[in-house]
């Protein structure tokens, strides 16, 4: 709970930060916290798995994207379109080399490269049943300068530029709504 807290509110420092319209703003705030809602469809061997996953159950695990988008996409609510749109598009990458289908640059929606960077940034920060959480200045050393699996070419460069001015702001909003 507390990390979907967290999302909306990093991804509305962004909105703001970036000086986007504040239509956009709350959009993001209320449509960011459906990114993972795809995983109610990941069988929970898969989804809690303490080890890396076999080529069989990566494909499983990405396709929360399509089937997060296929539960939202009827939706006709502001909210609800975007969060289709960042259900769909939050683990495409600026170089190309995400998925599900290997977007690239602006062909992905800005909420989506603004929800990435956020994810990434919580996904280091927090224990997760695969790894031990890592503290804000790593988090920020990773994605502004690369680790060989997170590289900053797979972020907007204006995105990664405005994150980067904002970490201070994530570190407090993380430290807020801490629970692990």
């Known amino acids: 709970g507390h990390h979907i807290r967290r999302i909306s509110y990093y991804c509305k420092e962004m909105a703001e930060a970036m000086d986007l319209p504040a239509d956009f703003r709350s959009a993001i705030f209320h449509a960011s916290p459906m990114h993972d809602i795809g ?3 990941i069988a929970d061997h898969v989804l809690l798995k303490p080890g890396s996953f076999t ?4 494909v499983i695990m990405r396709s929360h994207c399509t089937q997060g988008a296929s539960i939202l996409g009827s939706g006709t609510s502001p909210y609800i379109r975007m969060g289709a749109e960042i259900a769909l598009n939050h683990h495409e990458r600026w170089d190309g080399s995400g998925y599900p289908n290997g977007l690239k640059g602006e062909a992905i ?3 989506a490269r603004i929800m990435q960077i956020c994810d990434v940034y919580d996904a280091l920060r927090s224990k997760r049943p695969y790894k031990l959480p890592i503290d804000h200045t790593r988090a920020v050393e990773i994605i502004t300068q690369g680790d060989g699996r ?3 070419g797979h972020f907007d460069p204006q995105v990664l ?3 980067a001015a904002q970490a201070d702001r994530f570190a407090a909003i993380y ?3 801490f629970d692990d």
Request: hydrophobic letters at 35%; one cysteine or more.
């Open 39 to 41: 995983k109610i469809g």
């Open 55 to 58: 080529p069989r159950e990566w």
């Open 175 to 177: 430290e807020q709504h």
């Open 161 to 163: 530029a405005c994150f």
């Open 150 to 152: 997170v590289e900053p």
């Open 109 to 111: 929606p800005l909420a």
